[in-house]
C-alpha cells in the first residue's frame, strides 16, 4: 500500500481529487469480459480525458452477474492497465459479509489505492444504525486499506448525516458516495467533511457542489466518459476553472453541455441504462459489448433512436479512439 493504515484519511484528503468515473464492464460476444477493449478504455480515460481516478466493479460495471475471481480479476487489470497514472477505487460490495472481506484483501494485495462498501440490503430491520455501524466496524477492523462508505436507495434505506459522521470516525474511512438528496450530503459535508470526502454521483451537481460545498472529488458515474472525447473535454475544463475559482467561465461551459445531457436522457430506455450506455460508447469509439443477464440488450429501434440523439448532441468527435469491440 501506498500509505498506512493511520494515515489512510491525510492520503485520501492529498491524493483523492478531481474526476472518478465508475467504469461500465465489457462483454464480448459469448458474454467474457473483454479484457482488451477494457483496457483500452481505461487508457483512453485516463490518458485522453484527463480522468484522475477509475471506480472498478460496481453497479455501473454489472458486478452482481460476475463470479469472485472475475471481479478479482477487474481489479488486477484496472491496477495493471492503469499503474499510477489515476487512482483505483475497488467495490467489494456484497451481501456475503465474507465476500466483501475478501474482495478487499485481494484490492489491497494487487495495489488499490481504495475500495468502496455498499450499504447491504438489510432483510426485516426498521431501524438501522446500530447494525450498519457495526457491519462497517467489523470490516475497517479487518483491512488497512481506504474505505469509501456507499449509501443508495437500492439498499432499501439512506443512512442519516449523523450516522455516517459517526462511522467517519474509524480510522481508514476516508470517503463516501452518498446518493441521497443535497440537504442532507451538504449536512454531512458540515458535520465530517474534515474527517471524509463527501460526494455523490450526479454530474449535474458537481460544478454547484465545488463552488458551495468545496468539494474535491467527483465519485463518481459515467458523464466523464460519455459526455466527452479527446477533442471535447469540457466535463474536465468545467472542473479545472470551478476548482481555480474562475466561476463563471466554469458555469458557462458547464451549461454547453446542456445538449449532451439532454439527448443521453431523452434517448436511455427506461429499463436499459447500462446497454444504452454502452452503445453510447460504441458511438464514441469506445469499447461497448454486451450486457448479462438480468440487464437487456437495447432493440434495433432503441440503437437507432440512441444514434439520432447522440449525432444531434454537439460532442466533437475528432481524434477519437479506436474501439477494440468485437
Not at 491496477?79 to 465474507?98: E, F, H, K, L, P
Not at 475478501?102 to 455498499?118: E, N
Not at 453541455?257 to 430506455?269: C, Q
Request: glycine content about 6%; hydrophobic content about 40%; charged content about 25%.
Amino acid at each position: 500500500m501506498k500509505y498506512r493504515k493511520s494515515d489512510a484519511k491525510a492520503y485520501a484528503h492529498a491524493h483523492m481529487k478531481g474526476i472518478w468515473a465508475a467504469s461500465l464492464m465489457p462483454f464480448a460476444p459469448d458474454l467474457s469480459i473483454n479484457e482488451a477493449g477494457w483496457r483500452s478504455n481505461l487508457r483512453h480515460w485516463v490518458d485522453d480525458l484527463g480522468i484522475d481516478g477509475v471506480f472498478v466493479s460496481g453497479k455501473q460495471g454489472e458486478f452482481f452477474s460476475m463470479s469472485i475471481e472475475e471481479r478479482k480479476r477487474t481489479f488486477e487489470i484496472a491496477v495493471d492497465a492503469i499503474g499510477n497514472r489515476a487512482g483505483t477505487i475497488m467495490s467489494c460490495s456484497d451481501q456475503n459479509m465474507d465476500v466483501t472481506i475478501d474482495l478487499a484483501r485481494h484490492a489491497q494485495a494487487v495495489g488499490a489505492d481504495y475500495i468502496v462498501v455498499h450499504a447491504p440490503v438489510l432483510h426485516f430491520l426498521h431501524q438501522q444504525d446500530d447494525t450498519l455501524y457495526q457491519y462497517y466496524k467489523a470490516i475497517s477492523e479487518q483491512v488497512d486499506i481506504g474505505i469509501a462508505m456507499w449509501s443508495h436507495p437500492d439498499s432499501g434505506y439512506l443512512m442519516s448525516p449523523e450516522l455516517c459522521a459517526k462511522i467517519a470516525e474509524l480510522p481508514n474511512i476516508v470517503a463516501i458516495k452518498y446518493s441521497v438528496p443535497r440537504e442532507m450530503y451538504a449536512r454531512l459535508t458540515r458535520l465530517a467533511g474534515d474527517k471524509i470526502l463527501v460526494s455523490t454521483a450526479s454530474e449535474e451537481e458537481w460544478f454547484d457542489n465545488i463552488v458551495e460545498l468545496n468539494w474535491q472529488l467527483y465519485l463518481c458515474s459515467s458523464p466523464p466518459y460519455l459526455f466527452q472525447t479527446k477533442a471535447d473535454r469540457r466535463m474536465r475544463e468545467y472542473t479545472d476553472l470551478a476548482f481555480k475559482g474562475e466561476v463563471a467561465r466554469a458555469r458557462a461551459i458547464r451549461d454547453s453541455l446542456n445538449p449532451v445531457r439532454e439527448a443521453f436522457r431523452r434517448s436511455r430506455p427506461a429499463e436499459k441504462p447500462p446497454s444504452h450506455s454502452k452503445y453510447w460508447q460504441e458511438l464514441l469509439g469506445q469499447t461497448g459489448g454486451r450486457v448479462r443477464a438480468p440487464m437487456l440488450e437495447l432493440t434495433d429501434a432503441e440503437k437507432e433512436a440512441t444514434r439520432r440523439a447522440f449525432e444531434s448532441c454537439g460532442l466533437k468527435l475528432d481524434t477519437q479512439p479506436k474501439s477494440s469491440a468485437a
